[in-house]
Every structure is written in C-alpha cells, then in structure tokens.
C-alpha cells in the first residue's frame, strides 16, 4: 500500500470505477466538484454559526477558521512538497501587521469592502516574504531548513523592538486594530466567524484545486525524489520556491484576520508555541491532507478549552497545570503520531472507507 | 578602540556557552544524523531542577550543577531509547518532528511544575562584577573567566573521551558506520544512547551557565528558546559535524552578537542570529567548515 510511504498520499482520492458512473459529470471536472463541496460546507458553517448561541462556542468558530488557514496552508508546504517549515507563525506576523498598518494608515468610506483589498494586500505582502524565505529555503535541507525556520520564528517577531522601528511598529505592546463596524444584520462574534470561515473555505478551496493540478503533481514528484524530478524536467527550486509562496500567502491570511479578530497586532501573539501548534494541527489531521488540517486546526483551537474542562472533572485547581496542558498534548500528538501513526486521523479515515467499500464490493 | 577590545572579550564568555551548545548538537548529529531541536527545552528542564533545589532547597552550587548535569545525562538517554530510536532511520522530517514534539513536551512539562507566570534568576557561580584594569573596567568578570574555563574543560574531556579511550573508539566506530561496528561485536544502539546522554549532560551545563549570566534566564519558555537558536546557528557556522567547527562557531557569533548589541541595537539579537544564520547557510549550505557532499541518487 503506497499510503505507507507517502504520509501525503492522503491526498489523491481512490478512484473506482463504480464513483465515477454514479457522480458523471462531478467526478469528471475536479474543479466543479470542489466548487460545490465549498459552496455546500460554507452553506453548513453558516448554519451552524446561526445557531449557535452567543458565548464560548460563537467566539471559537473564528479561531479555528484562522488557524485552518495557516494550517491548510502548511500542510501544502510539509504534506505535498516535503519542505519542513517551523516559521509560520513568522508569514503570520507579517500578515498581521500588513492588515494593522494598512487600517491604521488607510481611511476609506468603503466600509467592509476595504477590508477585502485588505486581506489581498496581507497575502501579497507575506507572499512575497515568503518568496525570499523560499528562495532562501530551496538551497536548504531537513534539519537545516527546519533550523532556519525556528530562527525566522524566533526571530522575526523581535523586529517591533528595533529602535527605529518600534514607533511604527508598536514596540512589545504591538499596534491596536479599528477595524470597520460589521453589516447591521451582524453581531461582531456572528461577523468574524463569518468572516474567517469564508476565508478558510476559500483557501481550501483553492489549495484542493492545486493539489490536484499539475502543481500539486510536480511538488510530489519533488517530495518523492528530487534527482527523479529534475531528471523529468521539473524545476526543482523553482517548485519549492512556489510552495513557500502559497503557505506563506495562506498564513499572511490568517494572520490579518487574527489582527482584525483580536483588534490588536502583537508579537506576543506569534510565540514560537504557535507555529509549533500548527504543526501539531498538520500532524494530528495527516500530512498533506486538507481535511486533517480542518480536523487538527479543530483539536488544536479547542484544547484550551477542554483542557479547563479535564481539569475541573479531575478537580485539579491550578492553573499551571491547566494551562499547560495544551502544550503537553502538541508535544505527544507529534510524537506518537510520528512513531505510531504517520498518516494522522484522516489517514485512519481513508483506511476504514478502503475497507467498507470492499466489503461493499463483494 | 578600548570599547571594541572590551566588547569582544565580553563576547568570549557567552560565545563559549553558544559553544556548548553547539557542541550537543554536533555530538548528537555525528552519532545519529538528527539534529536534536529538543535541545533548548532539555537544558531548560535541567535548570530548572537545579534552580529548585537552589532556590527553594538552598543546596550548595556546585551540587546543583552536577546534578543538573546528572540529570541531562539520564533525560538524553531516555529520549534517544524511547523516542529517537524508532525514527532513527526513516525520513529526515519524522525525526525532527519527534524531537520538536519533545520540545514543547518538556514546555509545558516544565510549566506544569514551576509554572511560566513569571521567569526566575539563577545565581551565577562567581562574582560577575568585572575585572579592573587600571581605571578602567573589564566586561570580564570572574564569572565569565569560569564560564571560559569549564566549557574548555569540557572540551578536552570529551576529546580525550572520543580519541583515547575503548568507548570513544567503539562511539566513532558506531557512528562512521553502525552495519560494519555492529559485525564487529559494537553495541551500537548502546552507544547511540550514551552518546544522546553525554550531549545532553553537555547541554544541562551549558543551561547552568548561561542562566546565570542574566537575571530572569529560568523560565520555561523565551531565554532558552533563543540558546537552542544561537547554539544551533554556532553548530551550522561550524559545519554541524565538526566539534572544533561548534567551539569556533560559538565564539564567532558570541563576539558578533556583542558587537551588534551595542553598535546597532541590543534588543533584536534573535534577528541578527537569525540574519547570520542565512547568511552562512547562503553561502556555504552545510556550513562553513563542512566538506561538501554530493546528494547520492
């Protein structure tokens, strides 16, 4: 079975004859079937936003849509091209402070559409950061890469410090976010989850489309074997290069929407944890597929809140264990996943499926 | 011109600790080809055990320090056996996401246990008020003298260790080549172990030493995240595979963090680690010191 191999292999659906036959014209155009599945699940979420009361439950629907961004967008880069990148928090921070600065500087009477050109200047911005970090990423292997990117973590928030900088910047404290007031028909919790879903489902939508381009193709070509690649006519950094591109774009997203949720920029807000979560997200759904970075982006966005939980059915009254028990989960997730099982949950959900529809067979 | 003397030299002493460093990372990618990014978090775990016994046990320092290094030895070890040993020849990436995931493991275990509300200070093993030299002042104290002394000393024990003795000898041999010590009667996975705990006892005192240049170093997050930083951007300067290569490499950067601190601006110094680091990388991408390989089909 090639999905041992691969962790990515996740990604390429299983044909069967009898599929095809039953969906016509969907299992022939990619593209439809993934415009309809976009159209259908943001139809779902708005349901659920709908009705979901407002408290702790309307307040995370935002959250996890953010981090599905970045960790949709990671896994593109990790699953599909096999670049390991600890440095997304890092495209994040850039797409935070793109959107902050841009609010902060740029007065318009457009309202909620600004925030659209908006957003476009933070995937532009990281985008291309994330063109020079490819660029420098592309000469760099495993270790050496994963090396250089916990540094770009580590160090790129410290740059609100710099003495000419921290004016503009915010210095520690980081730069406060007017964002425009949300549509009448709208509270602001309803509003950003609304907001960041369609952002989320949009970047899945668009990554689902070129995981099965023949982009997505040419990066697991380069994943399995790059000398093989370059021998078959692909351009090998230029590739890698890419894929840098569009992660960072999808985290340079999800950091303006966390500037405009959390009204504020800071670098407090990128700790070395978070890039580290996203990978635990990746890891936990499967690496390289898109719906394991919904599941883990759930899990990981959640876990705050059922770690209070846990601690108050074992009645465990400090709050330094509690709030350590997010971190203590990401650090067995990676590790069991990787001694135990490397493809993640969706991995396992792809492998039961195998199995019923044989058994559906007979 | 006194300045830049005095700013080097103050490099000298915390070079050193991104040095030792260094020198666990190279150990433990010599051994094994894994560079071991659990490194910062383990050092801060074993500082934080001496701390407690330190600072809530009032337990004299140098039995701090030997059990901190005591305890590094046995958490590298059972990191390597239980953790490393299963990815230790897949794919690259399964095995620096173990050891990622070992490094925020120890994070929040840390938190757990002394909490991450506030980061503690770590006395120093000698006065750091500096030297005198006329009337003026050393930024080198006997603090820094100490710092100096003990990672040489370190130095030269693990060279004797590797280049004198049967151990050493059967270490080289486990790591140039496990298939071939192996029909030789070598215990590899044995001394795989060994070697991950000597790396980590190496790190545990690099952790002492460096919480105790600066107040507010022991906490479970920050400071050490920043050391894992600097030692491995020492280790690449020197190639990751060569032990003199790490030594010099901590000291070429521990000088160029001094001098960028107080010529440019001494609150980003993640930035210009992070800024060398690529520079280096750009130039030569094994490292300076590194011969170079060819990628094999």
Redesign the interface.
């Known amino acids: 079975m090639s999905d041992d191999q691969t962790p990515a292999g996740a990604l390429v659906a299983p044909k069967t004859a009898s599929s095809s036959d039953r969906f016509g014209v969907l299992s022939r155009s990619t593209l439809l079937r993934h415009t309809l599945f976009a159209v259908v699940g943001f139809g779902i979420v708005l349901l659920i936003i709908q009705a979901l009361d407002e408290g702790t439950n309307a307040t995370q629907v935002a959250p996890i849509a953010i981090t599905t961004c970045a960790a949709a967008g990671l896994t593109l880069l990790?699953g599909l091209s096999?670049q390991?990148s600890?440095g997304n928090g890092a495209f994040m921070f850039v797409g935070a402070y793109t959107t902050a600065l841009l609010l902060e500087h740029w007065h318009t009477a457009h309202g909620n559409l600004q925030l659209i050109a908006v957003f476009a200047a933070s995937i532009v911005v990281s985008a291309l950061f994330g063109a020079v970090v490819g660029v420098?990423g592309a000469?760099?292997?495993?270790?050496?890469l994963?090396?250089?990117t916990?540094?770009?973590a580590?160090?790129?928030p410290?740059?609100v410090?710099?003495?000419h900088l921290s004016g503009t910047l915010g210095g520690v404290n980081g730069i406060s976010v007017v964002a425009p007031n949300p549509p009448s028909s709208f509270d602001l919790y309803r509003w950003h989850s609304v907001m960041a879903s369609a952002s989320a489902i949009i970047v899945l939508w668009f990554l689902a489309n070129v995981s099965r381009s023949r982009i997505g193709r040419s990066l697991r070509a380069v994943r399995d074997d790059?000398?093989a690649a370059s021998l078959s006519g692909l351009s090998v950094p230029r590739l890698q290069v890419l894929a840098f591109v569009i992660s960072a774009g999808c985290a340079g997203l999800a950091g303006g929407l966390l500037a405009i949720v959390s009204l504020a920029a800071g670098p407090g807000a990128f700790?070395?944890?978070l890039s580290?979560g996203l990978?635990?997200a990746v890891?936990f759904g499967g690496l390289g597929s898109l719906a394991g970075a919904v599941y883990g982006s759930i899990v990981v966005t959640l876990l705050p809140q059922w770690s209070q939980d846990i601690s108050r059915a074992l009645h465990i009254h400090s709050d330094?264990?509690t709030?350590?028990?997010?971190?203590?989960?990401?650090?067995?997730?990676?590790?069991?996943?990787?001694?135990a099982v490397?493809n993640g949950v969706q991995g396992a959900v792809l492998r039961l499926r195998g199995m019923a529809l044989a058994r559906l067979r007979k | 011109m006194f300045k830049f003397f005095n700013l080097t030299l103050s490099g000298v002493s915390n070079g050193m600790i991104y040095a030792a460093v260094a020198l666990a990372l190279v150990m433990i990618?010599r051994a094994t080809r894994?560079?071991n990014?659990a490194q910062g978090a383990m050092l801060m775990f074993t500082t934080f055990i001496a701390w407690d016994l330190s600072e809530q046990h009032g337990v004299n320092y140098w039995v701090c320090l030997i059990v901190a290094m005591l305890s590094g030895f046995v958490i590298g070890g059972v990191a390597e056996r239980f953790?490393v040993r299963?990815?230790e020849t897949g794919p690259?990436?399964?095995a620096?996401?173990?050891t990622?995931?070992?490094?925020?493991?120890?994070?929040?275990?840390a938190?757990?246990?002394?909490?991450?509300?506030q980061a503690h200070s770590y006395p120093p093993g000698f006065s750091f008020i500096g030297y005198k030299v006329g009337d003026r002042t050393l930024l080198f104290s006997p603090n820094d003298l100490y710092i100096v002394i003990a990672v040489a000393i370190l130095v030269v024990l693990l060279y004797l260790l590797f280049n004198w003795t049967p151990v050493g000898l059967r270490m080289r041999a486990a790591a140039f080549n496990p298939e071939v010590a192996r029909l030789l009667g070598v215990r590899v996975g044995r001394l795989l172990t060994v070697g991950w705990a000597l790396a980590a006892l190496v790190g545990a005192l690099a952790g002492i030493l460096a919480a105790g240049t600066q107040p507010g170093y022991v906490a479970?997050?920050g400071l050490f995240?920043?050391l894992?930083?600097y030692g491995?951007?020492a280790a690449?300067i020197g190639g990751l595979d060569s032990p003199i290569g790490a030594v010099i490499g901590g000291l070429l950067l521990g000088v160029a963090l001094s001098l960028a601190d107080s010529y440019i601006?001494n609150?980003?110094?993640?930035?210009y680690?992070?800024?060398i680091?690529?520079a280096v990388?750009?130039v030569r991408?094994?490292g300076l010191f590194a011969r170079q390989h060819a990628?094999r089909?």
Request: charged residues 5%; glycine residues 10%; aromatic residues 8%.
């Open positions: 990790v096999g390991i600890l420098a000469r760099l292997r495993g270790p050496y994963a090396g250089a916990l540094a770009l580590i160090g790129l410290q740059i410090n710099y003495q790059e000398i700790p070395l944890a580290l990978l635990a890891v330094k264990i709030n350590n028990i997010p971190l203590v989960v990401y650090g067995v997730v990676l590790a069991v996943a990787m001694l490397p | 990618w894994i560079v990014f953790l299963p990815v690259p990436l399964n620096v996401i173990v990622l995931g070992l490094f925020i493991f120890l994070q929040g275990l938190g757990m246990i002394w909490g991450n509300a479970p997050s995240d920043a894992l930083v491995f951007t690449v601006d609150n980003i110094e993640g930035m680690a992070l800024i680091l690529i990388l750009m991408p094994n990628r089909v």
